[in-house]
């Protein structure tokens, strides 16, 4: 019985392998245009990839169909892991035959899909991977968002000119691209702004998943910084910020887009109150017209949700521009996909023009700077850097 | 000569299937390179790279009995040397835009078979620096100390900016798309462990598994004997790190969490601890699997609209076929035993045998 029962388990896991191997690829592809989303939706990241997702599918709903075609999403789950990044990326391309590629939440799962969109030759949008190496010397990389020297050249100019701030201590998570690559590009440009070489007075390093930050920031207070930078993962910096004002540190603490999420605040509590960060996009006062669609089809979609998160703006962007390019090259074959996209000029997307420049990079000139306040997330300023 | 000759056809004789079956995989994987394509291609590679990782920790933790947890760490190794060596130099300074790379090692480019090979050399000259004081020791330490070195590898990459690009890692690894490299070096490795654990080498590892005391008694030298086996296997990883490496075309830290360990732990442990046939068999199972099972994320998977089908169900689906095997089968699939042709003939041979007495029984019913 044992015996029959164990023979009818292996039966059944091996008829549902070979259903999945068969099952999903007997549809008629001339009629639709398939578009890969390539996003962690298991995982540590799993958070971030669902909300883009969600953009990309709220696009979807609000443009179906390009060149008389309806556009198929194909999602692929890369489980906030690289080398399932690479395989689901091979997947999209050759198994479900995509024409173009949107995603990856983080940087570094998307420049692990980076070579394969290059050798296959299939466009592929970053929705708000803000690594620049995720574009540079590929071809076929693309994004929406603006990039980490540019988010740090925009907090530095809000340090030095808005507050008024002539000492710096930074703090980063060193084990964190983003946020390395966040306080190193904010060092340059606070330091050419204000002439100073010594004017970062302090820098901490803590590790994803650290608790006690007291260490860090008794070294910190002893220089008394007149701003501190912390940009970082959302958990750790609201702790840091709530360690820092236990041990009386008054001064600004500002951050970049990370910290935009309601875990930030339910952490933090009223300690973060008054926390500055940059971000990608404010709901209440979106900048082109076609925010303001936006902003009306996710109150629609989602009337339970405070505000729009940054990132499903830039998932929505990312669609929309995809299917502009697909509709300027009259078809959709990957290659005239990607030389359309690399000839995106003021694209209106929700979250500003979009200019893609030689590197594939979407030109944004400002930003938006958010504070907390009451515990919302507020827009206080709009930063613009003339470059 | 003439003996050599001798030894030569006496081997072929005895072993003429194994000779066989060697040929027709090494044809299978010469047709498959020209014809997969590149989705297919890459689950294939990523298979014979775990096979390669996961039989050199059975090799540790199977046949000798000495728990390892740092093939992560051991992986990250190879994997950091594969891609410090090989990136282009002119590819660098764009790379390390953060800060320049250590000028000692910013004009060095290795070809990849060097660089894979020096990824399982250095491998090899840390886990010696681990084993040295740990396996003199009996009992769990040996577990401990591997699983502290696996992490502390990672901050330590983390942290040298100039040589490893801290968290922002390396890309641009020249990638290797052929079906040769890993299946080559899989080949080599499975067969270099089949002698090795047929020699009386293996022996005395499957001697110290089974009995530490008793071993020691028979004159087996405890200390030495296990150094060999964990060297062996921290090379093997290396190597498998450096593949992998080259096979993603990217590294940063945080692919080696101590979780990445936890995948091979699941694949010897499924496979059969002790069995490298049935390591090999598992890895394929585990890494084919996930990926077949794929279809149980998508919403439309059988025309239905379930609310249960969205991501993350085919893990949850996967984990439940684990615990059947392991349940039906305590030792792993293959347990100890391996894939011989005796073995597939005793099992051919029962099966046969519980048919023709079922059908024998129900004749006996219908009188």
Redesign the interface.
């Known amino acids: 019985m044992?015996k029959a029962l164990?023979l009818l388990?292996c039966l059944a896991?091996v008829a549902?392998?070979?259903?999945?191997?068969s099952?999903?690829s007997s549809k008629s592809d001339s009629d639709v245009i398939k578009v890969g989303v390539f996003e962690p939706?298991?995982g540590a990241n799993a958070s971030g990839g669902e909300l883009e997702l969600e953009g990309v599918q709220l696009a979807n709903k609000a443009r179906p169909e390009v060149l008389g075609k309806k556009v198929e999403l194909v999602?692929?789950?890369n489980?906030s892991?690289?080398?399932e990044a690479?395989?689901a990326a091979?997947?999209l391309?050759?198994?479900d035959k995509v024409c173009a590629i949107l995603g990856s939440w983080g940087s570094?799962l998307s420049?692990?899909a980076?070579?394969?969109v290059k050798?296959?030759k299939v466009p592929a949008i970053a929705l708000s991977a803000t690594?620049?190496?995720v574009t540079?010397?590929n071809d076929y990389y693309f994004r929406v968002c603006f990039l980490d020297p540019f988010q740090g050249t925009v907090m530095a100019n809000y340090a030095a000119k808005t507050l008024g701030a002539k000492k710096v201590a930074i703090v980063q998570e060193?084990?964190?691209?983003y946020?390395?690559?966040l306080a190193?590009f904010f060092t340059d440009a606070f330091t050419k702004l204000t002439g100073d070489s010594s004017a970062i007075v302090a820098t901490g390093?803590y590790?994803t998943g650290d608790q006690d930050f007291n260490g860090i920031l008794t070294n910190i207070k002893a220089t008394n910084p007149d701003v501190i930078f912390a940009p970082g993962n959302y958990t750790e910096s609201a702790l840091l910020i709530k360690q820092a004002r236990a041990l009386g540190i008054t001064c600004p603490i500002i951050g970049g887009d990370t910290w935009e999420t309601n875990e930030f605040i339910t952490v933090g509590g009223a300690d973060v109150e008054g926390a500055v960060m940059s971000t990608f996009f404010d709901d209440t006062n979106p900048p082109t017209e076609a925010g303001k669609t936006m902003v009306t089809a996710y109150k629609a979609e989602y009337p339970d949700r405070a505000n729009v998160p940054a990132v499903t703006a830039l998932g929505y962007d990312g669609y929309m521009l995809l299917l502009d390019a697909i509709e300027r090259a009259g078809s959709a074959d990957p290659q005239a996909i990607r030389d359309a996209l690399a000839q995106t000029k003021d694209f209106e997307g929700a979250t500003g023009m979009i200019t893609i420049n030689e590197n594939g990079d979407a030109e944004k000139d400002g930003a938006i700077i958010k504070v907390v306040k009451d515990g919302k997330f507020t827009y206080l300023d709009n930063v613009t850097i003339t470059k | 000569m003439k003996n050599t000759q001798n030894s030569l056809g006496t081997y072929l004789k005895t072993h003429w299937k194994t000779v066989v079956f060697l040929i027709v995989v090494l044809i299978g994987i010469g047709i498959a390179d020209q014809m997969v394509?590149?989705?297919?291609r890459?689950?294939l590679n990523?298979s014979a790279i775990y096979t390669i990782v996961a039989l050199s920790m059975n090799l540790i933790n199977g046949f000798t009995g000495q728990f390892s947890l740092g093939q992560a760490g051991f992986m990250a190794i190879g994997a950091y040397t594969v891609a410090i060596f090989t990136v282009p130099v002119g590819?660098r300074a764009?790379?390390f835009?953060?800060a320049p790379m250590a000028p000692f090692l910013a004009n060095i480019q290795l070809p990849f078979v060097v660089a894979l090979l020096l990824g399982g050399v250095l491998t090899t000259i840390v886990a010696f620096l681990i084993g040295a004081p740990c396996l003199r020791l009996r009992g769990d330490y040996l577990a401990i100390a591997t699983l502290g070195f696996s992490e502390i590898i990672r901050?330590v990459f983390?942290?040298t900016q100039t040589i490893t690009n801290?968290?922002?890692?390396i890309?641009?690894i020249p990638?290797i798309?052929s079906l040769w490299w890993t299946f080559g070096t899989a080949i080599i490795i499975i067969i270099a462990c089949f002698l090795l654990i047929s020699s009386s080498y293996g022996r005395a590892f499957k001697s110290i598994r089974e009995d530490e005391i008793a071993a020691e008694a028979m004159g087996v030298g405890l200390f030495k004997t296990k150094m060999t086996s964990f060297l062996i296997s921290a090379f093997f990883t290396g190597i498998g790190g450096g593949l992998?490496a080259a096979?993603?075309?990217?590294v940063?830290?945080?692919?080696f969490y101590f979780t990445l360990t936890y995948n091979f732990v699941l694949i010897i442990v499924l496979g059969g601890m002790g069995s490298i046939s049935g390591t090999i068999i598992s890895s394929f199972i585990v890494t084919?699997?996930q990926?077949?099972?794929?279809?149980?994320?998508?919403p439309m998977?059988f025309g239905l609209d379930l609310p249960i089908f969205k991501?993350?169900l085919r893990?949850v689906?996967f984990s439940f076929?684990l615990m059947?095997v392991v349940l039906?089968y305590r030792k792993g699939l293959m347990g100890t035993n391996e894939l011989t042709w005796d073995f597939i003939g005793q099992k051919y041979q029962s099966i046969k045998a519980r048919f023709t007495k079922k059908a024998a029984s129900t004749q006996g019913g219908d009188k």
């Open positions: 044992k164990s388990l896991l549902t392998m070979t259903a999945g191997c099952g999903s939706l298991t999602t692929a789950d489980k892991d690289k080398a690479t395989t091979a997947r391309i050759e198994k570094s420049m692990a980076g070579d394969l050798s296959n690594n620049p190496q540079l010397g060193v084990s964190n691209d946020s390395v690559g190193k390093n590790n | 394509n590149s989705f297919v890459r689950l990523l590819l764009t790379i835009y953060m901050i983390t942290n801290g968290a922002l890692g890309k641009s990638t798309s992998y096979l993603l075309g990217t940063d830290p945080k692919q084919l699997g990926e077949a099972l794929r279809f149980l994320d998508e998977a991501p993350g893990m689906v076929l059947v039906f």
